[in-house]
């Protein structure tokens, strides 16, 4: 049996910026899937607020997702069709919230990340920086409690990366929001609370 991680023991606290780091097979998505109720894990739990995940059936932990974790990926994941501000009001339109607070909410966060004059720019005529803001926008426009962050930086130069980050720490310090992330880009310890590198599926604190 390949075990993608093992023997691992994470305690998180509201409002921390976590960064996990490690090479590329090192197990990092995996606990990031896992944290985020997208993968179960084949012994021990996932606790979120004292309760367990293994506690909810796929319909509850669905909505555990939709309603307390966000989601930014390297590849920005935006529908192309949509606009910026469309591919942000996704997440509250599936919450089912009512329509007249929905683009209202969207502009507020649009603003935040620097976004709000582009609000009606398709993602092919925004650059990767820019796209990139938009997936944080989309990620934080519910208020979720933890987002999850997969080299969210992957893809960009030392600059966006940088004002990535910051944009980061900044919703952690104003929104309280818990933020994890794995990246393998050192910078991120400049702005992370805590950081740990997967070595041989094992987690090493590095902060």
């Not at 097979?25 to 367990?52: A, H």
């Not at 059936?57 to 989601?71: A, H, M």
């Not at 069709?81 to 966060?109: G, K, Y």
């Amino acid at each position: 049996m390949v075990h993608a991680i093992k023997d691992i023991t994470l305690d998180i606290s509201r409002g921390e910026f976590v960064a996990l780091k490690g090479r590329s097979g090192s197990g990092k998505t995996t606990l990031l899937n896992l944290l985020g109720g997208l993968d179960s894990p084949g012994s021990g739990e996932i606790r979120f607020d004292g309760m367990s995940l293994k506690q909810l059936n796929q319909e509850e932990l669905t909505k555990w997702r939709r309603e307390k974790v966000g989601f930014v990926f390297q590849s920005f994941a935006l529908t192309p069709t949509f606009s910026a501000i469309e591919n942000v009001e996704v997440p509250l339109r599936l919450m089912r919230m009512d329509p007249s607070e929905v683009t209202d909410r969207a502009r507020q966060v649009l603003k935040m990340v620097g976004m709000d004059k582009r609000s009606n720019s398709r993602p092919d005529e925004l650059s990767g920086g820019q796209q990139q803001r938009v997936a944080i926008a989309r990620a934080i426009v519910s208020d979720p409690e933890m987002k999850l962050a997969d080299e969210p930086t992957g893809e960009l130069d030392t600059e966006n990366t940088r004002l990535i980050l910051e944009m980061f720490r900044k919703i952690v310090d104003q929104k309280g929001i818990t933020v994890i992330m794995t990246s393998h880009n050192p910078v991120v310890e400049e702005f992370a609370h805590r950081v740990y590198s997967l070595i041989d599926h094992n987690l090493i604190s590095l902060k």
